[in-house]
């Protein structure tokens, strides 16, 4: 029987050296990761300066941005968990613990179209994948807006990985929350249609929106990407949308608010968005709700 027990524990003791063993390998993976310095391409774009152009900026900075890094851009903690991460959403602006006095026009591409921040590591759970489709111009609107932000000083603690966070980023299960990996790097800039009532330009609006990181590539819902827990609706006429209106759509996007969908940054934008979102969602072809993952 001695001789049972000092087997079951030989092996024992074995899984757990090994079990520490990976859990070091993953660890020091996860911090190579995470220090490591992307060089990727950009292109060249002239930040807008006229007035008419800024007034875009500063709408598609509202929507696209303010719900993150709050409404006046100085940054606001996001994830504090010392075991997972600290995680705050930088201040934009030139103040004091700000990242706009340290970015040029080519480290906002590189940050908002490529996901690489201003030290030249991989930004986390930033949509940059989506801001990818932006058009030269929009792109170019909004940094013009994001250089020219009224400073705001607001410290803010650094970007840190714990332990459980650098390891999962290590083994691979986190690696998903970092768009650079993800991005067509020397792809060229989307042309944005016309801006109007139309299925096309809503369908612009879907893709830079993101609304395919929650609702699937084909928007018919499911469980959502990253937190299988929650459930997103179906976007196409197969989905509960198919008895809504285009007014009580407009009406659920300036009303609604909490649950897991951004209702504050939907809200902000214009009826002739919401109009061209719901006039893209109609078109689709309806579909059943995509089924779990297996």
């Not at 139309?198 to 395919?212: D, L, N, Q, S």
Request: glycine fraction near 12%.
């Amino acid at each position: 029987m001695k001789r049972v027990f000092r087997w079951v524990g030989g092996i024992v003791a074995a899984l757990v050296v090994l079990a520490l063993a990976a859990f070091g390998f993953f660890y020091w993976r996860g911090g190579q990761f995470l220090a490591a310095v992307h060089d990727v391409p950009v292109e060249t774009i002239a930040p807008a300066a006229d007035e008419a152009a800024l007034a875009r900026g500063a709408h598609l900075a509202a929507v696209y941005c303010a719900d993150c890094h709050g409404e006046d851009f100085g940054g606001q903690p996001m994830i504090d968990d010392a075991a997972f991460a600290v995680l705050p959403a930088p201040n934009l602006t030139r103040g004091r613990g700000g990242v706009g006095g340290r970015l040029d026009a080519a480290g906002w591409v590189r940050a908002v179209r490529h996901g690489v921040g201003v030290d030249g590591r991989a930004l986390f759970i930033m949509p940059s994948e989506y801001y990818a489709n932006f058009s030269r111009e929009d792109l170019a609107a909004v940094v013009g807006h994001l250089m020219a932000l009224p400073p705001v000083d607001r410290e803010l603690p650094e970007r840190r990985f714990g332990p459980v966070g650098r390891t999962l980023t290590g083994a691979g299960p986190l690696r998903e929350g970092f768009p650079v990996l993800r991005i067509a790097h020397d792809a060229p800039f989307a042309v944005v249609p016309p801006i109007g009532e139309t299925a096309e330009y809503g369908a612009y609006i879907a893709r830079t929106f993101g609304c395919p990181a929650c609702h699937g590539a084909n928007l018919a819902g499911g469980p959502t990407h990253g937190a299988p827990e929650i459930f997103s609706p179906n976007l196409t006429p197969g989905g509960p949308l198919a008895a809504w209106s285009e007014q009580s759509f407009l009406d659920q996007a300036r009303s609604r608010q909490g649950e897991h969908m951004p209702w504050r940054a939907v809200a902000k934008m214009t009826d002739e968005e919401l109009q061209a979102l719901w006039r893209y969602l109609a078109s689709l072809p309806a579909l059943p709700n995509n089924p779990p993952p297996a």
